[in-house]
């Protein structure tokens, strides 16, 4: 399910973001502190007001989350063609 937000710029590229699709089956809405991809792969997110942030890591937690993530961030980065170490 994809949701339309307030729209915010990646911090990294720049581009306009006003709208995020759930990688899962839940169709989750994003919420302040949740985190998501940019289409140029930075991994991010949303801050007060859903403005986009860069990723603090110490709000992730270790293991199956942080390998989602990265998977995730590789899948964008792959349909780039521009692939993560």
């Not at 994809?2 to 169709?27: I, K, Q, V, W, Y």
């Not at 860069?54 to 709000?59: G, I, T, V």
């Amino acid at each position: 399910m994809t949701a339309r937000l307030p729209g915010s710029h990646c911090p990294d590229c720049g581009a306009f973001c006003d709208a995020a699709t759930d990688t899962g089956e839940g169709g989750a809405v994003p919420g302040e502190g949740d985190i998501t991809v940019c289409l140029c792969g930075s991994l991010l997110q949303f801050g007060a007001g859903m403005v986009l942030e860069p990723l603090d890591w110490s709000r992730v937690a270790p293991g199956a989350e942080t390998a989602h993530l990265l998977r995730v961030q590789n899948a964008v980065l792959d349909m780039r063609g521009r692939r993560s170490g």
